[in-house]
């Protein structure tokens, strides 16, 4: 099993690595990213990034049980951060600029819940159009 760590989940897929490729069904995929495979290339919602022409071998392999897809080949084609440890048992996928810039300009702040002094979960997104402070400690 290889464990695969998003910005928002951490998973255990049968994946396969192979050097700097990371082959996974197109299923997994899905589940782990949002994107699926179309005829179109990798879709999110109804925005697809095409496999790029004559390197369809470097991102999408046929298989008797379906199609496997090179996760790393298409997060470095979105031009995202991802590394891996040495053995290539796990690995991070980082956010694909597009959406850090998107979430950048926006000016918002991603939604959290925490317990307040009280034990009564509070939301960032319960104080929208108010101002908040918020005052962050850890640690290390």
Known sequence: MTTILTPTTAAELA???DGDDL???SDDLTRLTGYELKPE???LDDICVPVPPGRESEFVREDPEGATVNLAAFWRHLDAPI?????????????????????????EAPDFTLPGADGHPHSL????????????W???
Do not use: I
Request: hydrophobic fraction near 40%.
């Open 125 to 136: 997104s319960d104080y929208r159009g108010q101002k908040v402070l918020l005052a962050a």
């Open 23 to 25: 082959w996974l069904s």
């Open 138 to 140: 850890a640690s290390w």
């Open 41 to 43: 290339g990798f879709c």
């Open 83 to 107: 590394v891996r440890d040495r053995g290539g048992e796990t690995w991070s996928l980082g956010e694909p600029p597009a959406d850090r810039v998107a979430r950048l300009e926006s000016l």
């Open 15 to 17: 994946a396969q690595a």
